[in-house]
């Protein structure tokens, strides 16, 4: 075997494909069109260029690899993809391959290791992607999604409802105990999408016709959850939507991309957008549009929103007129939270929402009584910012009226369920008073679980499909049926009990 071979044949036993972005012999020649690739990157191409096809074609599919940041940066304002106007010399005029993304900030990163002569990361992060798109980096720095882990793992209330919900349970003594969660539920759950903290845990050896390597092992791995703290000590993977190796800003703008975490019963906003009539016209005529666009064009390349048009995309006019700019920090046009912690509140200021406190110190935005935290939301001030750059993005195919109309109704859900969710958290406190129940885990005991179903799942997917318009979700199918038949069972469940302790 040759020593090319062997150096394949290594990374595809330890189980690191994502290194070897390759190209296969039969694609290797470059057209006089094609940007040139540094001498790291084509060593790379020449020696995984059979063992990960996949990879190849993903990576050949890319802007990455038709384009070089040089002339990337040279495109008008509204069509540049990139941000960073000092990107460094040796990177401007190659296309962005293997090495490229691999190599860089080698100091930072604790899953660097030697690899034939080059300094290779396993991972790359958010603060290897700011080397070209800083701006966007620092978005999404400053967004909840990339405090994702911090904001579940840190926050001890959303901790316990997590521990609880995906706890192991065994019978002991004919009762049932419950045993912490195993990492691997966890990784496969709640952290799935929130993201795991990915560590270097030692080096592990792979031998390949005689020859032994040392290798980084990681923990948690993998993953690419929104949150995932990285070896270089970052927040973030873009790659959960903007899958490796292409890259492709098409896959980002796809609700499905969004549905992959955000759905029904505790974020619904995949089904919401599914039952909605935008749904309905974005299932009918997708194949016609032009996903790839930047500036993306409202009524020439697509003519009904996705998640990506409402929540971070940069929108045009036609003729090119900016609409509203680019973001990557998701909640910018976002006045009102509708996932409920308890209750619907104003968005948090700060993406570190862990860092929360209420009037009581509880972790919360929110008291249980309902009263917004005095410090860490919007004010009214920034509420009306938001909500008016939201109606820019509506009005470029509603008229005036209709998107008064419409955030009129979501206004008055977000009163509504936030009233029955008081209703529903005053019959807890007094089942507490009571003793029929404990109020030191919030999540363990029957009424606490009908509780957070009330304002977890119903009023949270009754106030999606007012935002969104998918109605189904607002009736029958866990909304305001599910709501008010809860909060009976909960009354009925009280006054058994009582029942029960007063023999």
Not at 464 to 474: C, K, V
């Amino acid at each position: 075997m040759s020593k090319v071979a062997v150096k394949a044949r290594l990374l595809l036993l330890a189980g690191l494909a994502p290194l070897a972005l390759a190209m296969p012999t039969a694609v290797q020649a470059q057209t006089a069109a094609s940007p040139p690739l540094s001498p790291q990157t084509q060593e790379c191409l020449d020696c995984h260029g059979d063992y990960h096809p996949g990879i190849v074609a993903d990576w050949q599919s890319s802007r990455h690899a038709t384009t070089t940041p040089a002339a990337a940066l040279e495109l008008p304002a509204l069509e540049r993809r990139v941000s960073n106007p000092e990107i460094p010399e040796g990177l401007r005029q190659v296309a962005v391959g293997c090495y490229e993304c691999h190599s860089l900030n080698p100091g930072r990163h604790a899953d660097n290791f030697e690899h034939f002569g080059f300094r290779i990361n396993i991972v790359v992060s958010p603060a290897d992607c700011r080397t070209c798109h800083s701006e966007e980096a620092d978005q999404y720095a400053r967004s909840k999604k990339a405090n994702a882990v911090a904001n579940l793992a840190d926050n001890p209330l959303f901790h316990q409802l997590s521990e609880t919900t995906l706890a192991n349970q065994e019978m002991r003594e004919g009762r049932l105990f419950s045993l912490p969660a195993a990492e691997a539920t966890r990784n496969q759950t709640c952290y799935s999408c929130h993201g795991t903290r990915i560590e270097v845990q030692g080096t592990r050896e792979v031998e390949v016709e005689g020859e032994v390597v040392n290798l980084p092992r990681l923990s948690n791995w993998p993953n690419q959850g929104v949150g995932r703290i990285n070896p270089d000590g970052s927040a973030g993977a873009c790659t959960a939507c903007h899958p490796r190796h292409s890259f492709a800003i098409a896959i980002a703008r796809q609700p499905q991309t969004c549905g992959q975490c955000h759905r029904e019963p505790d974020t619904p906003a995949f089904e919401a957008y599914e039952e909605s009539k935008h749904g309905n016209i974005f299932d009918a005529q997708r194949a016609e549009w032009n996903w790839s666009a930047v500036p993306w064009r409202v009524g020439r390349d697509f003519r009904a929103p996705t998640c990506a048009t409402c929540h971070n995309a940069l929108l045009a006019t036609p003729d090119g007129k900016q609409i509203v700019p680019r973001t990557h920090d998701f909640g910018e046009r976002l006045w009102v939270r509708l996932f409920g912690l308890p209750y619907a509140h104003p968005q948090p200021a700060d993406g570190r929402t862990h860092l929360l406190r209420n009037q009581d110190g509880q972790p919360l935005p929110t008291t249980l009584a309902g009263v917004p935290a005095a410090a860490g939301l919007i004010d009214q001030a920034e509420q009306g910012r938001r909500q008016k750059a939201m109606a820019e993005v509506c009005q470029s195919c509603h008229g005036a009226l209709w998107v008064q109309g419409h955030f009129a109704r979501l206004d008055s859900v977000v009163v509504q369920t936030n009233q029955v969710t008081l209703a529903a958290t005053q019959l807890l406190q007094e089942a507490w008073k009571r003793k029929l129940a404990d109020p030191t885990n919030l999540f363990d005991e029957p009424l606490e679980r009908q509780w957070v179903e009330i304002w977890l799942f119903h009023a949270t997917s009754a106030r999606y499909s007012a935002a969104m318009g998918g109605a189904g979700l607002a009736s029958f199918e866990l909304g305001w049926w599910d709501i008010n038949a809860t909060l009976g069972e909960m009354e009925h469940s009280m006054h058994q009990r009582s029942g029960k302790a007063g023999k």
